[in-house]
């Protein structure tokens, strides 16, 4: 096995036992990204300087006994929406195209207190809005297993990094599938914690009560030990909650007889695909197997969930953004004498398609006379579906459901339909709605070699059973050690 091919965990033994170096394993994670980055377009900005000068001193912790924990040495990737001192933040925007932000996020600081090498920042939808990474400024990002294919989105580029080896892990933001979609599209886990377990400062808003930082990893105990690091409360981020953190590892192994699986009646809609129905069965039986008892259950006001989304995220977005105005920051049009002329050219050369139709919908949603049509009956609609899972949660451990509709997409095939983009989302966005988390796990491949995913929810800060219900599933799962042939 190559070093990029390696998990965190497989490499941090090697660390330990004194067979690699920190050093060795990033030039491994570098050579491979110049063998296939031009193919694939996982990241927007490379750190090459500052990723080898932190492999060195990890190197010199390790020499002195001074190692940080399972991260030390291990390279990674941060998406673009995560603010970082010593590397533009674009959020694959036109508008932040040479934006330096002051300081790093919160899960920044603690991956470089972690001693984790960061390695660039990666491709997504411009500001988070989309489902494939082609709403981009910087250009479309490729599925790893087919390079005609969407990586999803909007945390394509973190996904296909991951699927590529072009890192060992990597942090995404899911503000309605963002993370687990394209960890489903890309053969990867994908995780997103409950809403305030991880701290979103210096994430980069989308829509403020949605957004939640999380990684994409290749297997479930490397999704435990990077949320054991980004994890915990954070005193500058209001939403975040002083909720303590367990050692997420020591869940793993423990099993799951005698839990309760729901499976929710409402999650096999028309349009999905067979093979994505398939996947859920194999996990079911699986489930069963491991002495799991599987239960039909229903999440009524899932069917508005779409709906609802779609009117609270662009809501949020359309105040979020109006902050990028050409005054303080970012681009800034020239030859402009009034005010407002400034703000319009600014606005109408720096965002992109995208992003433009989602703050007119959320624009339109807040004015006077509409708010309490859309933006007040979504937000009731959002309760409903949390009562949901509330009701749910009283008698299961966890939910199983299809990550993804379909598998992977063809590059250009939804993005001049709205509306058949944003489905991509219907099974991952109610977790989002409701603040609870999520992990798409890998669940074999369609008959075309696509990967497929399955979804896991678990109930609020039950991260832990959560990690521990998908360890189970991982290992339960036929073993397929097919990866992409770039």
Not at 160 to 189: F, K, M, N, W, Y
Not at 394 to 416: Q, S
Request: proline share 5%; with cysteine; glycine share 10%.
């Amino acid at each position: 096995m190559e070093l990029h091919e390696h998990t965190i965990h497989s490499l941090e033994e090697r660390l330990r036992e004194g067979e690699i170096t920190s050093l060795e394993i990033t030039k491994a994670i570098f050579e491979r990204i110049e063998a296939v980055e031009d193919r694939v377009h996982s990241y927007i900005t490379l750190m090459r300087e500052s990723a080898f000068e932190s492999a060195r001193q990890s190197d010199r912790r390790r020499e002195k006994g001074e190692t940080r924990g399972p991260l030390d040495g291990i390279p990674v990737a941060l998406k673009d929406l995560l603010c970082t001192k010593d590397a533009p933040t674009t959020c694959g925007s036109h508008i932040l195209e040479n934006f330096m932000s002051p300081y790093d996020a919160s899960v920044v600081e603690k991956l470089r207190a972690a001693g984790a090498v960061i390695l660039g920042k990666t491709n997504m939808d411009e500001f988070a809005m989309g489902s494939s990474t082609e709403t981009s400024y910087f250009g479309v990002t490729r599925n790893p297993w087919d390079l005609e294919r969407i990586p999803g989105g909007s945390s394509g580029g973190s996904a296909s990094a991951v699927a590529a080896g072009e890192c060992i892990a990597s942090l995404g933001s899911d503000t309605g599938g963002s993370i687990r979609q394209p960890a489903a599209h890309c053969g990867v886990v994908g995780m997103k914690p409950t809403y305030g377990r991880v701290s979103r400062y210096g994430l980069v808003a989308f829509a403020s009560s949605l957004d939640q930082i999380g990684s994409l990893t290749k297997d479930i105990e490397d999704s435990a030990i990077i949320l054991g690091v980004i994890a915990g409360h954070d005193k500058r981020d209001s939403t975040s909650l002083p909720e303590p953190v367990p050692d997420y590892r020591k869940f793993l192994g423990r099993g799951i007889e005698g839990w309760v699986v729901g499976i929710p009646e409402e999650y096999y809609i028309e349009g999905i695909d067979p093979e994505a129905t398939e996947a859920v069965e194999r996990a079911a039986e699986a489930m069963k197997e491991l002495g799991a008892e599987c239960r039909e259950i229903s999440l009524p006001h899932t069917r508005y969930g779409i709906a609802a989304y779609y009117i609270i995220g662009p809501a949020e977005a359309s105040s979020n953004l109006a902050r990028y105005d050409g005054i303080r920051y970012g681009l800034r049009a020239s030859g402009r004498k009034q005010l407002i002329d400034l703000y319009r050219s600014t606005r109408a050369a720096g965002f992109g398609a995208e992003v433009k139709r989602r703050i007119m919908i959320g624009t339109y949603a807040l004015s006077s006379g509409y708010y309490d049509a859309y933006y007040k009956k979504a937000s009731q609609v959002r309760t409903l579906m949390k009562r949901d899972f509330d009701d749910a949660f009283g008698i299961c451990d966890v939910i199983l459901t299809p990550t993804t509709p379909t598998a992977a997409f063809r590059l250009g095939e939804k993005i001049d339909d709205p509306l058949r983009m944003y489905l991509s989302d219907v099974f991952t966005l109610p977790a989002n709605l409701a603040g609870i988390p999520g992990l798409s796990l890998p669940c074999g491949f369609t008959e075309k070699g696509l990967p497929l995913g399955i979804q896991l929810l678990a109930g609020y800060f039950k991260e832990d059973k959560l990690l521990q219900a998908a360890y189970a599933l991982e290992k339960a799962l036929p073993r397929d050690q097919r990866r992409p042939a770039l």
